[in-house]
């Protein structure tokens, strides 16, 4: 930086002050009005020893060193919230960036551009001042023994074969995310597309170019044109129907008007197993949503299972006949869910879980049956405590006076970890509008008792365990996981020594934490021509261009940096007055 | 576009008046002042039939079928400046885009983005409001006897094998530009990177990257992390030149924050088999480029030949010494040249130009040898002719009264002829001090007398063909001649009744239009650190921060659309407060 002086104070200021970001303004020039959006995030006070008082120790101390596997949004959030500077961090991932994949829809036609929704980890990292090291590689074997890790660079350039190396750690942090399930329908890994990655994006891009321009040569029957324009996506959750819908903006607005000739073989088509789309959404959503795509001329094919792919077909099985439909297609994109990565799939075997769908942990988002490895995002699922397991326990531990019964200023003593430590408890009160234990237990009884015998007790909470639910594998919970796991590394020795979790039931004082609990803050589904569903929490339904403000205002203040925010923002302004750009690059 | 009203407007207005790009003023935040740039093309009065007559007439009159080949400089300079509407335009290019070449030094480094610099074919010929018809195919064969191309579509996807098309045409423009000369070194095609195209630029990027992250892995030894990170470049012409300033900038303002640990091991060669680089521009220009290059560390090694390039080592031979010298490399950028295609190879032989460095066309830019072909830009060559070799006829031509003898008043009929037919003539006077022929005829003899014989004639005009040279392959010259073919076209039937060129001194009568003259503008050198060298004509020679200032100006004010050039100017805003990004995508 050689004498920008007045852009360096500039850049400085963004830097330092990343908290200006959760007031992002967007200022809306029609329609949406003028929104800020705060970043909702819980900000403990964290109590971590002081770096000054740290670097003396240091002498004596060795760090701890901490392997993150995984730059997505649970290992980066991890990253962005680790304020302890007592841990050597070592990050290991195939891509030197952190993507912003909400926006990945966006990017496959050109209304965001790829390099606007990434950030390099290495400039996170350095934001942080803290020990982070980064290495571009896979990890593709845990030794979990020997506390190391395998990893091979991904590169197949000419810098010479694969470079190999290994890193041994204290703790580790599994955040490598989840692969597109094909569900072994053969031809996917061939002909079609996913969306998972900002490379998938780019392909998909250049492939609708790639369409548009073949159909244009003169050569091209009328048939052939009508396959090379027909665009098909498998699945009809959030990425497909978002896609769905940007590409058939991309058509309408920008590529019909660059190629008149052929814009009439143009075809879209959404196909999902299920009986809607946006299945894990309001039913108001679904119905707007497949009304809207039935104006806009996509053909929505419910009940439609993809039973194999070809290089130009692509065959479905119609659940109502059971009969077999083949559709000539020019682009295929599949997004139907996920699955684990064969690294992580190689880890669940060598630890004894080969049948789950992601790594199974605890409440504390640790892998179980392994010392100090975590897990969390897209590749971990949190296996939640049954009650009924630990009833006993639960009894006994309440049941101070071990008189047998449990009588209700025994039951409040407890009740509070009892609701911390099982969560669906709690769940399970709201929804039979109790408001707190005692009352299940009295429903349970005809008289009101106070006095519960541990037969009564079991009954009493016999369903509560019917209320578990898995996490949805979003950006939101893997986002959550990683803060949370930060929180805890950044007060791991002050909790310690005073732990603020729940009473330990089937063991001895305190667990050290608190267990994560997941906080829904809504989630949208974009659904083109500036309109966004939005549901939020409490039932709350929001369809159509004020919620496209929303979703504007509430994507431009989580995007990681001030860099990517401008971008994103210009990117949004430039699709506004040039429309989108159709070069094939 | 449902309802974008204001955008709509917005939109429409930067489209319709284009000529507002010629007066885009830069806002210099610091230093440079404001400057305004006009485009300078000269804007000659076309007259062509009105096109609501056309539109009549063309039931009784086919349209006239103008093959384009290429989408470059010349291609594009030809479609933008093409106004008569009686023309049925085929524009045909394995790229659907048209880049702005002189911006992608910067491209490699992400100084600015790659859809920054391009703007689709269809939406250049959507403004121009023309029949014109794009197809995204490669030429592989012209058949000049049957007035036909032979097309390829250039796509490896599964939409089905590659296409083949043939069009016919009644004019056909060759500008397909050229590639990089490797002058058959061993190993270049293989090991070394480009920098023609736009995908050249994005993989450079993609290497630079590479070869930091891989220097960063631990298992690297150190020697090995040196090589990695040791780019070279051969050839010190202005890309080349350009291109390491550029990589300089990135390493030394960017990659060193990021990557601390293997900073110190980044070393930057630059091959140059002449004795200075930049032999093209003034003496002063040369010395301030090497000086600075030295002091920013890069090594500069003039009077290297490069014999071989394998996957790690590039092999050298130095002039002076005769030794071979192999220097361990990462990544090697070629820079050295162009030559021909092979298509235009191919053609070249077909009609008896084997050996030529292009396609040889006369000075209206016909290809010699053919009927309605023209060929322009980097794939072409002026034979400009001699004046020896007409000496005769225009001996006869002037002396009308076939006396043997020409007097001054015979000269001054025909002296504006001769220079605009020989321009070698005119550039020979200037050089000699001379206001006109005549002075020339009276310094070759020893008494003023007005008669001379054709001896005399002879040896006065002997040496002005030494002045005859090869136009530079630049952007400006491409520009130029697509810009002055349009024009012909445009004015075709006009001048083909009142012929507007010089007389024909081997025929009969006048030549349809005027032979095409290049005007130069200057040249600039950019030296990275915000530096830029400037060679404007009259030998105004301008270097350092203000030639930096001068140079966004003139590279913004000639970008091809307002979409372009709003996007290179919020690069470079970007690029000065948040600096380059460095993920690899």
Known sequence: MHGYSFYGKASRAFHQYPSLAKFLVVFTASGGGLLAITGGKPSPTTAYAD????????????????????????????????????????????????????LLPSVTCGTVEARSIVEPIRCIARKKGLDVNFREAVCYKIDADKKKVFCRSSQETNLGGKEEFSIDYDYLIIAMGAKSNTFNTPGVEEHAHFLKAVEDALRIRQSVIDCFERASLPSVSEEERRRILHF?????????????????????QDLAKLYPSVKGYAKITLLEAGDHILNMFDKRITAFAEEKFQRDGIDLKTGSMVVKVSDKEISTKVRATGQFVAL??????????????????????????PNRRALSTDEWLRVEG?????????????HQRRVMEDIASIFNKADKEKSGTLNLKDFQEVVGDICERYPQVEIYLKKKQMKNIADLLKASQKESS?????????SALSEVDSQMKNLPATAQVAAQQGAYLANCFNRMEQCEKYPEGPIRFRGVGNHRFHPFRYKHFGQFAPLGGEQTAAQLPGDWI???HSSQWLWYSVYASKLVSWRTRMLVISDWGRRFIFGRDSSRI
């Open 370 to 382: 392994c010392e100090n490895i975590y897990a969390l995002g897209d590749c971990a699922t949190i």
């Open 542 to 544: 929001s369809i159509g």
């Open 450 to 458: 106070v006095q519960v015998d541990i037969e009564t007790f079991t």
């Open 328 to 353: 000539p297609y020019g682009m295929v994109v599949w997004s139907t869910g996920i699955g684990p990565r064969p690294e992580v799939l190689d880890f669940m075997k060598q630890i004894g879980q």
């Open 51 to 102: 770096p000054v008082q740290v670097q003396g120790d240091d002498q004596c101390k060795k760090k701890k060193k901490v392997v993150v596997l995984g730059t997505g949004w649970a290992g980066v959030s991890f990253l962005k919230n680790l304020k302890d500077p007592n841990y050597d961090v070592h990050v290991v991932s195939p891509h030197n960036y952190f993507a912003f994949t909400p």
């Open 232 to 252: 098909v996506i498998v699945g009809g959750g959030p990425t497909g129907v978002e896609f769905a819908a940007e590409l058939h903006d991309f058509v309408t």
